[in-house]
């Protein structure tokens, strides 16, 4: 994209450029990190939230370039574009560095951040038809029987079965199936 730039075209635009730069910065600072604000940021988390945001990259470079080729904008509106790009996507780092090399959480409540529970949920439900569970059901055994685990249990009245990993017994799976929900318990199999 970079050789279809008219160099000399761009320049005649720089002060149109540099106006569209600053403008587009603006619009991402403002358009993420206000929303950010109001989600439980702070002001120096929705600051890094905007930043971060900033670089366009080939997006824009794609559709300025479709714009060109269907001759819609021309070589100076192209110029602008490419330079509002370059701009933006090397001055996100540069500033994004110092502001996450403050000490301080973004966060207007931090010690919630610490509270929660990242670990994986285990159980995995899917609701549905009964035709479409079926399908489910049979996917999800071919694929734990492809994966080394074995039917261990399966009592159908109930609608239980257990899977029991090949190569290591403490890693068990069960599958649960009433009311049209299949349900996969998987709290035992650890990570993987």
């Not at 600051?47 to 971060?52: A, C, F, L, N, V």
């Not at 900033?54 to 819609?72: D, H, K, Q």
Request: glycine residues 12%; aromatic residues 8%.
């Amino acid at each position: 994209m970079g050789t279809l730039v008219d160099f000399h075209a761009m320049a005649t635009g720089l002060a149109f450029g540099l106006a569209i730069t600053v403008l587009a910065i603006i619009g991402k600072v403002i358009g993420s990190g206000v929303p950010a604000f109001f989600s439980g940021f702070n002001s120096l988390g929705s600051i890094r939230i905007g930043i971060g945001m900033l670089p366009r990259g080939e997006v824009a470079l794609i559709i300025a370039g479709i714009g060109l080729s269907a001759e819609m904008i021309e070589n100076e509106l192209f110029g602008v574009s490419i330079m509002m790009t370059i701009i933006t996507t090397v001055m996100a780092p540069l500033i994004l560095v110092p502001l996450f090399n403050k000490e301080q959480s973004g966060l207007k409540n931090p010690d919630a951040a610490k509270e929660l529970d990242t670990s994986p949920d285990p159980f995995i439900t899917w609701k549905g038809a009964s035709h479409v569970l079926n399908s489910w059901l049979d996917f999800l055994i071919e694929g734990l029987e492809e994966r080394g685990y074995d039917v261990t249990l399966n009592n159908g009245p109930r609608g239980i079965t257990q899977f029991v990993n090949q190569f290591d017994a403490s890693k068990i799976i069960v599958l649960r199936r009433e009311n049209g929900t299949l349900a996969l318990d998987c709290s035992s199999c650890g990570r993987g």
